[in-house]
């Protein structure tokens, strides 16, 4: 490369590890009140995040010796495969955590091995100045770069596909229809993995240290503009609280009020059939048995599985009852006349109670 190339290739490097460890020390030590009383509800890819942006630290070789062929394979395969693992941890680790969805977690650290593995060797040759390997590493560009990015992009579509499903799923979902559920920072998200992935394509394609460095300075820009959305959680609907409030245990109650609320419960939800209600929330039964809401949210977590348990496997069981009084209806008025919004959210909560 000429000189000044190089300069402009190590100084774009330079900038975007810079952008990547400011953005890394934020995100791990900044969490908004009151919201940091409970981060792993209101920030789940907190650590996530903080180690993604951490792994930027692998380019310095790169910034350091951008003339060197074994640093420009390195970045190359930083950014395919590597960065669109990231993106699709981001996205796991987020939206999975939120829907209590562990199932991503193993196929994720499966992937992840054959792409650890050259990465490391990449590295490791990329900071030994002795070892002359350019030559054998020209040879595998293609076949590593590109087919572990296409499998990889494979799974990042695959991710975001899920996350627009949830997102679509609960766009008008209320408490005792399913939790909280962040869709319009889902869709944000979705656009910007998007950008980001055609961005990582142009430059493995392009394979130019010029290209690459501004593909840098364009992701360093993206991750501040990341970091200011992910700043304030997204996850704020006044209900949560009520969750905040109920992992911190239930105030002590004597055994007689704690029975007293347990009837009204029953009394409330089941006998007076206040599960029928399809917007129903923990706030509307507290108000109709005269307890308060964090009173009820206790015994709700520690003796009925929960509020959104106790009322949709109530709300099943009316659907069966409804179809076995009234046989020639159909799915749809069943499962209306129950309490669910529509045969989708059903089908969601049986599928999600009978794991």
Known sequence: MALPLTYFCGMAATAYIAVCLCVAAVRWFHMCRPY???????????????SIYLSSLLLLPYALHPESPDAWYLTRF????????????MLYAYFGNVMQWGKWRKPMIVVSV?????????????????????????????????????????VCIGAMILVLRWARRFDSDDFSNMADFPVIAARLWVVMVVVDLCICWV??????????????????????????TALHPHRTRPVQLEEETEEAGPRPVSKKKHQAILAAIHTVVVEQEAYLDAHLTIQ???????????????????ELGGFFTYVNRLRLQHVDTYRQEHPSAPLQEAVLESGFNSRQAYYTVKSRLSM
């Not at 130019?208 to 360093?220: D, E, S």
């Open 36 to 50: 940091d009383r409970n981060p792993r509800y209101y920030y789940p890819a907190r650590p996530h995040v903080t």
């Open 78 to 89: 930083f950014f395919l495969p590597v960065a669109i693992y990231h993106f699709t941890l």
């Open 114 to 154: 054959p792409i650890l593995i050259p990465l490391a060797a990449a590295f490791i040759l990329a900071i030994w100045p002795g070892a002359q390997v350019g030559s054998w590493l020209a040879v595998f560009p293609g076949a590593i770069l590109y087919v572990l990015g296409a499998v990889i992009s494979g």
């Open 203 to 228: 430059a493995a394609i392009w394979a130019n240290p010029a290209v690459m460095a501004v593909v840098m300075l364009v992701f360093a820009g993206c991750s501040v503009a990341f970091i200011i």
């Open 284 to 302: 509307d039964v507290a108000d109709r048995c005269g307890y308060s809401r964090s009173a009820l949210s206790g015994l709700f977590k520690a």
